[in-house]
């Protein structure tokens, strides 16, 4: 069974940046939509982007758009992450998931990692 694995969390000052990876040890991640969701503390989980499988577009939530983009790198095969001008509310654990279809609702994904720590504070 898939295992997705989250890496890169951490501090960062507002409007600084991170990056965050999703790799799955065993399995090839350009053969499924990987989603990037979050939950903050007493919030909901949200859906922060997706990209499809094979090359297919991204979606960004509109909360982030302009700032954060979802990338493939086949290479090291992981899905990226990449937030800039971080906020306070961005702080969050984020998770990584895999499905099908490219979509900001969780209940599409199959396999999910832990999650990692992004807690973006002065």
């Known amino acids: 069974q898939m295992q997705l694995v989250e890496s890169g969390g951490g501090l960062v000052q507002p409007g600084g940046s991170l990056r965050l990876s999703c790799a799955a040890p065993?399995?090839?991640?350009?053969?499924?939509?990987i989603g990037w969701f979050r939950r903050a503390p007493g919030k909901e989980r949200e859906g922060v982007g997706c990209?499809?499988?094979?090359?297919?577009?991204?979606e960004l939530a509109d909360s982030v758009k302009g700032r954060f983009r979802i990338s493939r790198d086949n290479a090291k095969n992981t899905v990226d992450l990449q937030m800039n001008s971080l906020k306070l509310e961005d702080t969050a654990v984020y998770y990584c998931a895999a499905g099908a279809y490219c979509t900001l609702w969780y209940g599409s994904y199959d396999y999910w990692g832990q999650g990692t720590q992004v807690t973006v504070s002065s």
């Open positions: 990209i499809s499988s094979r090359g297919g577009p991204t």
């Open positions: 065993g399995f090839t991640l350009d053969y499924y939509a």
